[in-house]
């Protein structure tokens, strides 16, 4: 045991448990390795991660890069418990963006906030992240988790995601301040709230008092926690 009049304290006194982030990254190793494409060498556990473009197929190359989040959709998980799809979103959000320029997705990184890691509580979201890879044909090559349990409560923690992706010079589509009379616009409808608003949906679902565990009042096939947790289409 130790005594903080020794001066002896360690990382685990801190709220930080090292073996936990260890076992952690053991656990989510073959996750990662799954979503290993043409170009990427997933190894977790280095200090960076690399890309050969031209094991992808490509000749001339222009870099892109998207980072984002999940926003409030997170405070709908921590009240039902569900985080089955948070990690698709979050690969959604980021790959997303890629493809409306015409790229695309190659590399995925997370970073993973949370009070006090808990392996059997991490692990599924790493999954889902991982299951998003697999659906963008993108690689999970890395991340960051950090325990801060002096800046989370139990239970919280915040999720965000980095990705490169990559076109061939010539090919990227036009951004909106390039466009004009005579472009074709496509338009793709939306799978649902795509973690956009939430901070708005949750306001509306306090005020009119509906139970997320209720049915949904525009789909009464599914509680409103599954429509407005339903994995965002990677499309």
């Known amino acids: 045991m130790n005594n903080p009049q020794s001066g002896h304290i360690a990382n685990r006194d801190a709220g930080v448990d090292i073996d936990a982030g260890n076992s952690f990254v053991d656990a989510i190793k073959p996750l990662a390795a799954a979503t290993k494409r043409p170009g990427s060498t997933p190894s977790l556990g280095g200090f960076a991660a690399a890309f050969d473009l031209a094991a992808a197929g490509y ?44 790229a695309e997705p190659l590399i995925f990184l997370d970073y993973f906030a949370v009070g006090r890691l808990n392996v059997a509580d991490a692990t599924p979201i790493v999954a889902g992240i991982a299951e998003g890879c697999r659906q963008a044909n993108c690689a999970l090559v890395g991340g960051e988790t950090a325990e801060m349990p002096g800046l989370y409560k139990a239970g919280d923690f915040d999720l965000a995601g980095f990705t490169v992706g990559a076109a061939e010079r010539g090919t990227l589509l036009p951004l909106f301040d390039k466009m004009g009379p005579g472009d074709a616009l496509i338009g793709i409808g939306s799978s649902g709230a795509h973690s956009n608003g939430y901070s708005l949906i949750r306001k509306i679902v306090e005020r009119t008092g509906l139970a997320w565990d209720a049915k949904a009042p525009f789909d009464s096939s599914q509680t409103l926690a599954d429509a407005m947790l339903a994995p965002t289409r990677i499309y």
Do not use: Y
């Open 59 to 102: 000749k001339d190359p222009i870099i892109l890069a998207t980072t984002d989040g999940v926003g409030t959709w997170l405070k709908i998980a921590f009240v039902t418990g569900r985080f089955d799809s948070l990690g698709i979103d979050l690969v959604a959000m980021c790959v997303n963006d890629l493809l409306a320029q015409g």
